[in-house]
C-alpha cells in the first residue's frame, strides 16, 4: 500500500525542512514523490537568473499544472506522495485529495505557524523569496486545521 503526505501550514513554518529531514531518514527516499510548487518555481528562477519573487507570478499557474502532472506520475506508478504546499483550506484539501485513489494510506501534518519572532527570522534567511508579513498573517487568521473527516486515515507528528 502505498501512503500519501500531505503538509498543511503557512510559508515559513517548517514543512519542506521536515520534508528533507524525513526522506533523510527514509528507508527507500526513492520510493517518495514531493510535490511542491515552490521547487518548480525555484528551478525556473534559477534558469531565468533571478529570484523566486521576481518569476512567482510568471511561473505559479505552470507550477500548479507542474504538480498536477507529479501526482498523475505518482498514482500510476504507485509511489509514495508528501504534498508540501500550504494547504492550508478545506476546499484546496478536498480537491487534491479526491487525486490520490482509495488504495493509498492518507495522512496530514499540520505545522502550526511558529511565534511571529521565529517567523520573521526564517523569512529574512530565505533571500530571493519575500512573502509580504500581512498576506501571512491574512494566511493564518483565515487557515481551516484539518481534520480526519476530510478523508485523511491519521495524523503525523
Not at 513554518?13 to 510548487?37: C, F, H, I, Q, R
Request: some cysteine; charged content about 30%.
Amino acid at each position: 500500500m502505498s501512503t500519501f503526505i500531505m503538509l498543511i501550514g503557512i510559508p515559513a513554518s517548517g514543512k519542506s525542512t521536515w520534508v528533507k529531514t524525513y526522506l533523510e531518514a527514509a528507508e527507500n527516499p526513492d520510493d517518495w514523490v514531493v510535490v511542491s510548487s515552490d521547487n518548480y518555481i525555484e528551478k525556473k528562477a534559477l534558469i531565468d537568473g533571478k529570484t523566486y519573487t521576481e518569476v512567482f507570478t510568471k511561473y505559479a499557474p505552470d507550477a500548479e499544472r507542474a504538480c498536477a502532472a507529479t501526482v498523475e506520475f505518482a498514482v500510476e506508478n504507485e509511489l509514495n506522495i508528501i504534498w508540501d504546499q500550504t494547504n492550508l483550506r478545506k476546499n484546496v484539501r478536498k480537491k487534491r485529495l479526491k487525486m490520490i485513489p482509495e488504495s493509498y494510506s492518507k495522512y496530514f501534518l499540520y505545522q502550526k505557524a511558529p511565534p511571529f519572532d521565529e517567523l520573521r527570522e526564517r523569512l529574512d534567511s530565505r533571500p530571493g523569496k519575500e512573502i509580504p508579513f500581512d498576506v501571512l498573517v491574512k494566511m493564518i487568521e483565515t487557515a481551516e486545521p484539518p481534520t480526519l473527516d476530510e478523508g485523511f486515515h491519521g495524523m503525523l507528528q
